[in-house]
Nanobody, 112 residues
């Protein structure tokens, strides 16, 4: 059974770089594409980026300048980095195998 578990800092200061990890079990991450999605308070789901089976990353144009998605196949993990965060980046962040499997999400609050 495929399972995804996000982990992250919970609370981060403005201007810092957010780093989130998605640990996948039940399948090798090299088998599928993996995506990051977030939901800000009162907003809908927002696609942020993805890493394909071959390791190629793709990003939302609106976030491309601040986003990096990578993977560690030895740990079966996908990582999202979002730089120069502001309170507008406060959200629940999800990793997903589009779109059959989702993690439970991890809440991130950007606040001083």
């Amino acid at each position: 059974q495929v399972q995804l578990q996000e982990s992250g800092p919970g609370l981060i200061l403005p201007s810092q770089t957010l780093s989130l990890t998605c640990t996948v079990s039940g399948v090798s991450i090299s088998t599928y594409n993996w995506d990051w999605v977030r939901q800000r308070p009162g907003k809908g789901l927002e696609w942020m980026g993805a890493i394909l089976r071959d390791g190629s990353p793709y990003y939302s144009p609106s976030l491309k300048s601040r986003t990096s998605v990578s993977r560690d196949t030895s740990k079966n993990q996908i990582t999202l980095q979002l730089s120069s965060v502001t309170p507008e980046d406060t959200a629940v962040y999800y990793c997903a195998q589009p779109w059959d499997y989702w993690g439970q999400g991890t809440q991130v609050i950007v606040s001083s």
